[in-house]
């Protein structure tokens, strides 16, 4: 219900696509025990200060990865924020201690730190969307849970008309490039051209969603709700026979 | 957050998203880390001025943080949600207790600031409880912390031209950004 056309999203979010587990076919249980195993990796590597330690911890998240399988693009990102963590981590340790005491700690510390992070990334990297955002809904209220999917749900379109908008602005002359965007003093045209009308467009596009919304009684009771037509419908060929609301 | 009206809990929601797809499509190029701050602070301070509620910046961070979770923007760690949460209650806290806060540029900068350097706190927190060195520790948290600022603080240049922009196309209801 909640997927995301893959063709519409932002750069930073194709990879998800081309790295997609096999979770689909365990179902929303198993999602639940990987979460849950990401989390103790990620909590024992805070404890974890020994060498030996962290090496066994290592080895479960190298048996995360071999499971779960994600994409080069993934691997290639952390690998860059890794370094990024360790070069600072060690710089800042052997200005601290000096070179010979400092890098030997400071590679240990960066180490936990990677370790404490990569179960999460790897879990929402490989995880479906929908699978995801069906367990936050588990344990969210119900009116927070509806907000977070009816907007997840209308990226595409957001992206779709975002995109419309910042042809048209570049058409027009707006700075607003890649490249353009380098410059800071080229930021106010960017909102100007693209932010401020994205916001008018949302502000709209939440009136007309709460307005359906409010069309099908929605939030008339105080537990969660869905009409009964649409699993009628399934069955008796789209026909909407026994509409009723009913409190889940 | 139940008391607050359909339409606006999916504005806010939409300033989450926003936040998420301006980090995600236009990656500044600039290998500058917490430059994802400029968007964060500038979202979360337009989600407060557009809905004037308790906690409306706030619950806009906690949409993104989840929204992150579900799309997988960002780097994943245990302090994912404290990353949108925590500038979203320091511009909470600021709308409650500075009057005007989103006419003057001067009070949007320094809130803004403020709301950045929040990185300070969640990178304090992870160094810690991994147990790094107090001195490193606090240098990094200083690092990490100083850069989000200063991206924070660009955002909150922006903020009162974009409200009045806002304002004038009626997005924004002219006297309902002060607080109550």
């Given at each position: 219900?909640?997927?995301?056309d893959?063709?519409?999203?932002p750069?930073?979010?194709?990879?998800?696509?081309?790295?997609?587990?096999?979770?689909?076919?365990?179902?929303?249980?198993?999602?639940?025990v990987?979460f849950?195993?990401?989390?103790?990796?990620?909590?024992?590597?805070?404890?974890?200060?020994?060498?030996?330690?962290?090496?066994?911890?290592s080895?479960g998240?190298?048996?995360?990865?071999?499971?779960?399988?994600?994409?080069?693009?993934?691997?290639?990102?952390?690998?860059?924020?890794?370094?990024?963590?360790?070069?600072?981590?060690?710089?800042?340790?052997?200005?601290?201690?000096?070179?010979?005491?400092?890098?030997?700690?400071?590679?240990?510390?960066?180490?936990?730190?990677?370790?404490?992070?990569?179960?999460?990334a790897?879990?929402?990297?490989?995880?479906p969307?929908h699978?995801?955002?069906?367990?936050?809904?588990?344990?969210?209220p119900?009116?927070?849970?509806?907000?977070?999917?009816?907007?997840?749900?209308?990226?595409?379109?957001?992206?779709?008309e975002?995109?419309?908008?910042?042809?048209?602005?570049?058409?027009?002359?707006?700075?607003?490039?890649?490249?353009?965007?380098?410059?800071?003093r080229?930021w106010?045209?960017?909102?100007?051209?693209?932010?401020?009308?994205?916001?008018?467009?949302?502000?709209?596009?939440?009136h007309?969603?709460a307005?359906?919304?409010?069309?099908?009684?929605?939030?008339?009771?105080?537990?969660?709700?869905?009409?009964?037509?649409?699993?009628?419908?399934?069955?008796?060929?789209?026909?909407?026979?026994?509409?009723?609301?009913?409190?889940? | 957050?139940?008391?607050?009206?359909?339409?606006?809990?999916?504005?806010?929601?939409?300033?989450?998203?926003?936040?998420?797809?301006?980090?995600?499509?236009?990656?500044?190029?600039?290998?500058?880390?917490g430059?994802?701050?400029?968007?964060?602070?500038?979202?979360?301070f337009?989600?407060?001025?557009?809905?004037?509620?308790?906690?409306?910046?706030?619950?806009?961070?906690?949409?993104?943080?989840?929204?992150?979770?579900?799309?997988?923007?960002?780097?994943?760690?245990?302090?994912?949600?404290?990353?949108?949460?925590?500038?979203?209650?320091?511009?909470?806290?600021?709308a409650?207790?500075?009057?005007?806060?989103?006419?003057?540029?001067?009070?949007?900068?320094?809130?803004?600031?403020?709301a950045?350097?929040?990185?300070?706190?969640?990178?304090?927190?992870?160094?810690?409880?991994?147990?790094?060195?107090?001195?490193?520790?606090l240098?990094?948290?200083?690092?990490?912390?100083?850069?989000?600022?200063?991206?924070?603080?660009?955002?909150?240049?922006?903020?009162?031209?974009?409200?009045?922009?806002?304002?004038?196309h009626?997005?924004?209801?002219?006297?309902?950004?002060?607080?109550?």
């Open positions: 219900m909640l997927l995301i893959s063709k519409s999203r750069k930073g979010c194709q990879a998800r696509s081309a790295s997609k587990i096999t979770l689909n076919r365990y179902g929303r249980s198993t999602v639940w990987w849950v195993v990401a989390l103790v990796l990620s909590f024992l590597a805070f404890g974890a200060k020994t060498v030996v330690a962290l090496t066994w911890l080895a998240d190298m048996v995360l990865l071999i499971v779960h399988r994600p994409g080069r693009r993934f691997l290639r990102r952390m690998i860059k924020v890794m370094c990024w963590q360790v070069a600072l981590i060690v710089s800042l340790y052997c200005l601290r201690f000096g070179y010979a005491a400092g890098w030997l700690s400071g590679l240990t510390t960066a180490w936990q730190l990677c370790l404490a992070f990569l179960p999460g790897i879990f929402i990297e490989t995880v969307e699978l995801i955002t069906r367990m936050l809904t588990d344990v969210m119900s009116r927070p849970a509806f907000v977070l999917a009816t907007c997840l749900n209308f990226i595409p379109m957001i992206i779709a975002a995109k419309s908008i910042y042809q048209g602005q570049v058409l027009r002359g707006a700075r607003i490039l890649p490249k353009d965007l380098a410059d800071p080229n106010a045209e960017m909102l100007n051209c693209l932010v401020v009308p994205m916001m008018i467009h949302s502000m709209k596009l939440a007309e969603i307005l359906a919304a409010k069309a099908r009684d929605f939030g008339i009771m105080k537990g969660r709700t869905s009409w009964s037509w649409e699993a009628d419908s399934c069955n008796n060929g789209g026909s909407r026979r026994g509409t009723r609301m009913e409190e889940q | 957050m139940s008391r607050i009206p359909l339409k606006e809990s999916l504005f806010l929601g939409f300033c989450a998203v926003f936040t998420l797809l301006f980090r995600a499509l236009f990656r500044l190029h600039l290998h500058i880390p430059h994802a701050m400029f968007f964060t602070v500038f979202f979360l337009m989600a407060r001025a557009s809905v004037n509620r308790l906690l409306a910046a706030s619950f806009t961070g906690m949409l993104a943080g989840m929204g992150a979770l579900v799309l997988g923007i960002g780097k994943a760690g245990p302090m994912l949600f404290a990353k949108f949460i925590l500038p979203g209650l320091v511009i909470d806290l600021a409650l207790l500075v009057p005007g806060l989103f006419q003057s540029t001067i009070l949007c900068l320094m809130v803004a600031a403020l950045g350097s929040s990185k300070f706190l969640d990178t304090w927190v992870v160094d810690w409880l991994i147990g790094m060195d107090k001195k490193v520790m240098q990094h948290a200083l690092f990490e912390g100083g850069t989000a600022m200063l991206f924070g603080l660009i955002a909150g240049l922006f903020v009162v031209p974009v409200i009045r922009k806002l304002q004038s009626g997005v924004i209801p002219g006297k309902s950004v002060e607080p109550v």
